[in-house]
């Protein structure tokens, strides 16, 4: 498997690991009265498991996005740079007619 598949696959685990983490802790701490809703509704598992899915794409994304930001790539060479003298502009005078 390529370098970078296996790099995506591992963000995006970490990312929806993060995501149960901040779910887990969002209805631990009864943020807006969640736990008492999710717990009390019939269809409170699919509040739940739309939370954790839509942080885990957001999550999973912001992951990668970090891991890919900071990979460090190494030039070697010394050849950037213009190769030509950028041209010296010289003002001239255009006459106007009245």
């Given at each position: 498997m390529p370098k970078l598949i296996s790099l995506y696959i591992r963000q995006v685990l970490f990312g929806f690991g993060l995501s149960a983490a901040f779910v887990a802790l969002l209805l631990f701490s009864n943020v807006a009265n969640l736990w008492h809703l999710v717990s009390t509704s019939p269809m409170g598992w699919i509040a739940v498991f739309m939370l954790f899915w839509a942080n885990g794409i957001v999550f999973a994304g912001v992951q990668f996005a970090i891991t890919v930001m900071r990979l460090e790539?190494?030039?070697?060479?010394?050849?950037?740079?213009?190769?030509?003298?950028?041209?010296?502009?010289?003002?001239?005078?255009?006459?106007?007619?009245?």
């Open positions: 790539a190494r030039d070697d060479q010394s050849g950037g740079g213009r190769k030509a003298p950028e041209p010296v502009l010289q003002p001239v005078a255009i006459p106007v007619e009245r």
